[in-house]
């Protein structure tokens, strides 16, 4: 009798051992997973939906309303790098900014980045580089500006107990399209600056800021977001809430804005 019960005692010891060892793991995935959710240039497959409105918009105080599907593909590139790639695809509804003029829908402008990026990081901080284009992809006139554009790309982030920060940044130059539309010179500069709590939920705070060398004037959209991390089954999936307001506009552009993400996350 003492040998089967040293036996039942043994396999459940063996069991609660393998169970708490499971949480374990499962715990540092989900905190490994949290902290690549806010590296651009992670080595995950995501698919974020970005719902963006913007309000106060020209004479009419018009809404905007922009859905970026932005996946993002990394892959291996030999035994010390990455690529990766990250595209924005939007799909745009636009209210009309002046009065009796009527709103617009349709695609936008797709614009990809390539990122070739060491495995490793380099100092302590996540690097990468490389191309991004334009495409003139837009279904309406109004919603793109019917040029081809390329130029340099790149990104330098650290992450460190629950801290992330870095700055993502790329220059477009237009070299085909449209001789009756404007020319594209433009400067995207993204700083960003972001805390994990250790129950997956990130603070953050960043720029998207962009510099029209054309007309030269800035467009400078504050953002402040949350963000929770959570799993339906075994697929993790990202919520992120938030506003900003544009310290730095066009005339006739806009003063507010909202913002709803969902992330689809595919880790390997």
Known sequence: MKRYLTIALALSAAMTIRSVMAADDAEANAAELAKKLQNPIANLISVP???????????TDAMRFTANVQPVIPFSVGDDWNLITRTIMPIIHADSPVPGGSSTGGFGDIVQSFFLSPKEPVGGWIVGGGPVFLYPSASDDALGVQKWGAGPTAVALKQDSGW?????????????????RQEVNATFMQPFFAYTTKTYTTFGLNTESTYDWENNRWTVPLNLTV???VKFGS??????????????KPDGGADWGLRFVVTLLFPK
Do not use: C, K
């Not at 939906?49 to 004479?59: E, T």
């Open 227 to 229: 963000q929770q991390l």
């Open 235 to 248: 697929q993790p999936v990202a919520f992120t809430v938030g506003g900003r307001y544009y310290a730095e």
């Open 49 to 59: 939906v970005q719902n963006n409105w913007d309000f106060g918009i020209g004479s």
């Open 164 to 180: 992330t920060y870095g700055m993502l940044a790329n220059h477009l130059w237009s070299f085909a399209g449209n001789d009756s």
